[in-house]
């Protein structure tokens, strides 16, 4: 699956899980449930910061419905 970033629109997506997806173009991590996706800023000590509020759930999806995973 090619996927492409809801952030940069990098096309350089790795999957690190089952519906984990890592973006390197701008090092952000993506989780995707069903019609549901996170999006996350890695910090520096590896923690998550979440960028949800940045991204507005329903509409990402609509926007980037390559992102849904069966």
Do not use: A, R
């Amino acid at each position: 699956m090619k996927m492409k970033c809801p952030n940069c629109s990098s096309k350089d997506i790795g999957k690190i899980g089952s519906h984990q997806f890592y973006c390197w173009g701008c090092f952000i991590e993506l989780t995707v449930n069903g019609d549901k996706m996170s999006v996350y800023q890695v910090e520096e000590d590896g923690t998550l910061s979440s960028l949800d509020d940045l991204f507005f759930g329903d509409e990402v999806m609509q926007d980037y419905p390559q992102m849904h995973l069966t």
